[in-house]
């Protein structure tokens, strides 16, 4: 007998093995008919194959996370498919799902181009008509090689070859295409649907390796039906609009260029932008607490083998010699600020300690993985590390929280979600400082009163960490802040306190950030915004443009008023049109815009036109500028 374990907890017994699609049936037709794989003590594996021994099962059917990553695997097979039928002398190699689509990479003489594409996408939809049953099949490893060699898949072939001896072969049929595959798969085509499209064409070498042939990687993207992939590419078309390099260009923000690799220039626009940032989280921090210090950029290597970061983050570290001392461009602030802390003697009624920094870091990353200001080599970060006792850790680690949200809100993020990360398998400290660390973050975040997810072995290497994840306007997540609980750095370090007992304790270090990379957040805020800041983040807030050069004496008079309010103006008395004034100050996405004539002159008055608004108000000068500089007044510490 075998016993299925049911997720209600309910017990069936079956007189031998059964397969996910017999369980499914038996539970009802409606689960038989949306069924499309089944999970196994955990683990997802075919519908249809054999449950030979007890065991706690899950039918997964489309409502289940893992089943999308299912259909998209399905769907890089029925993509190579396609290409064997209408390319038969084309070599297969790899395909596997990815973040809201799949791949699969080709090798072919003649470069595949986009209207390739399209006949492979109508192949596919005739694939998924055929509802062709999809089968595995276990082979000898030698009669698979061979298989594959005799086909003319020589990458396949390869693929067997470096499995070790003893692992099964799995392959895995469809019609008359048999592929090499672990899986799980849907139990045909047909479960596919219409909701994929192909959607872009690049290079890619074989097993990623610059010494090896180029292939030809196809992407395409998979949803369960039609609406899903219709509201997907919408997306992109918002991202698209909203790319903030792009913006940033437009905006006249910022720029990048290749002497400068990974750093950025900001214009004066773009470094207005980051000012007001930068001095609205130092006026929170200071409101809560922190005091703010600055630390050296190069650092002699030993500190940083002392603190275990050298061995960590070597590679991704820039260095500098000088009279026979290696030293290193920090990465990041934390040894640093012990050096700090660690200057004086210091009592437990000194703590916490909330020390800040807007430290400038450098990170060696790999150019192919720069972007934007999403990845960049040069970076501040609003950091900042709190030096407190272990019973301190709770109470810190909610008013962190609350301050965290309270920001995120005024820059206008209101979904945030929170990820909890433990040990990761390379890690500092022994296990019982990390149970130690582990149980009082979690603690510390039930009693701020958040709901978390575990994201496991992904904590920091010193220390268990909660991550915070902003979604935009769009939908998109940006994992911004951050908060890590350490016990190993202040030992390794040598920080201590003297407590009330007149002995010699370690602190707890609490390393933090809301923003994290000053850069990254300011891409996030203008593809949240789309470039259409509120007013107090906009680095011109109002432009005064004039109909007539008569209007030009008291367009002078409005500018100086608005700049003694307090507000970032500007004034435009070009001979233009005004309708080609609006037109550029509107793609510039400048806010506020006041257009002035000779009447508004003798009436000192303005008209009042918003960024987006097709109608103008009217206001007496003293009104219009009252209400701007309310309306642009920076959040306050709450």
């Not at 061979?146 to 003893?166: L, S, T």
């Not at 820039?318 to 600020?337: G, V, Y």
């Not at 001979?575 to 002035?596: D, F, Q």
Request: net charge negative; proline share 5%.
């Amino acid at each position: 007998m075998v016993a299925i374990t049911l997720p209600d907890g309910s017990v069936r017994q079956y007189e031998g093995p059964v397969s996910g699609a017999d369980i499914a049936a038996d539970i009802g037709p409606g689960l038989a008919k949306a069924a499309l794989a089944v999970r196994v003590d955990g683990t997802p594996v075919d519908l249809l194959a054999p449950i030979e021994n007890d065991a706690a099962i899950g039918i997964i059917t489309s409502k289940d996370d893992e089943a999308l990553e299912l259909l998209r695997h399905d769907c890089a097979h029925v993509m190579a498919e396609a290409v064997k039928e209408l390319y038969p002398e084309t070599q297969v190699t790899i395909g596997p799902s990815i973040e809201n689509g799949f791949y699969y990479d080709f090798a072919r003489d003649e470069p595949f181009t986009p209207e390739d594409l399209e006949k492979i996408e109508a192949r596919m939809h005739d694939i998924v008509k055929r509802d062709e049953a999809i089968t595995r099949e276990v082979w000898d490893r030698g009669d698979a090689i061979q298989f594959f060699k005799d086909a003319g898949e020589h990458y396949k072939a390869q693929i067997i070859e470096a499995i070790p001896e003893g692992e099964p072969i799995g392959l895995y049929r469809q019609g008359d295409f048999i592929d090499l595959c672990r899986g799980p798969h849907l139990p045909s085509t047909a479960k596919l649907g219409k909701g994929f499209k192909l959607m872009k064409l690049a290079g890619a070498y074989w097993r990623g390796d610059s010494n090896n042939e180029m292939l030809q990687r196809i992407y395409g993207t998979a949803w369960f039906n039609e609406k899903d992939l219709a509201a997907y590419l919408h997306r992109l078309e918002e991202a698209e609009k909203r790319d903030h390099r792009r913006l940033g260009r437009e905006m006249s923000l910022f720029h990048l260029q290749e002497e400068a690799a990974g750093s950025v220039f900001w214009h004066d626009k773009g470094w207005t932008l980051y000012r007001v940032i930068k001095s609205y989280i130092r006026a929170r921090l200071e409101h809560a607490g922190y005091t703010e210090v600055n630390t050296p950029q190069l650092v002699d290597r030993t500190l940083w083998e002392e603190s275990g970061h050298w061995e960590k983050f070597r590679e991704n570290m820039f260095t500098a010699e000088s009279e026979d001392k290696i030293l290193a461009l920090k990465p990041m602030n934390c040894p640093c600020h012990v050096q700090i802390f660690r200057q004086g003697i210091k009592s437990y009624r000194d703590l916490p300690l909330r020390m800040a920094e807007f430290g400038c870091c450098h990170r060696n990353e790999p150019s192919g993985a720069l972007h934007g200001l999403m990845r960049v080599r040069a970076f501040i970060q609003d950091d900042a590390h709190i030096f407190c006792t272990e019973d301190q850790i709770t109470a810190e680690t909610k008013a962190f929280c609350d301050l965290l949200l309270s920001v995120y809100k005024d820059f206008g993020f209101t979904d945030v979600s929170v990820r909890f990360s433990d040990r990761p398998e390379v890690r500092a400290g022994e296990d019982a400082v990390w149970d130690r660390a582990e149980a009082a973050l979690q603690e510390a975040v039930k009693a701020a009163g958040l709901e978390f997810t575990l994201d496991p072995g992904e904590g920091a290497f010193y220390g268990p960490k909660l991550d915070f994840v902003l979604a935009d306007a769009i939908g998109r997540e940006w994992q911004c802040g951050t908060l890590q609980v350490d016990f190993v750095l202040p030992d390794r370090l040598d920080a201590a306190y003297v407590g009330e007992d007149g002995d010699k304790h370690r602190p707890v270090m609490l390393h933090r950030a809301i923003l994290g990379s000053m850069e990254r957040f300011i891409g996030v805020l203008i593809e949240h915004y789309a470039g259409k800041f509120p007013l107090w983040l906009a680095p011109t807030q109002v432009v005064v443009a004039t109909i007539t050069s008569d209007a030009d004496a008291y367009a002078g008079r409005v500018t100086q008023e608005l700049e003694q309010a307090g507000l970032r103006v500007e004034a435009d008395l070009r001979n233009e049109k005004i309708n080609y004034k609006v037109r550029e100050h509107s793609h510039a996405k400048i806010p506020v815009l006041l257009v002035i004539g000779k009447q508004e002159a003798e009436k000192e008055t303005v008209a009042l036109r918003r960024l987006g608004g097709e109608k103008q108000e009217f206001l007496a000068l003293h009104e219009a500028v009252n209400r701007l500089a309310s309306e642009a007044a920076v959040p306050p510490p709450a």
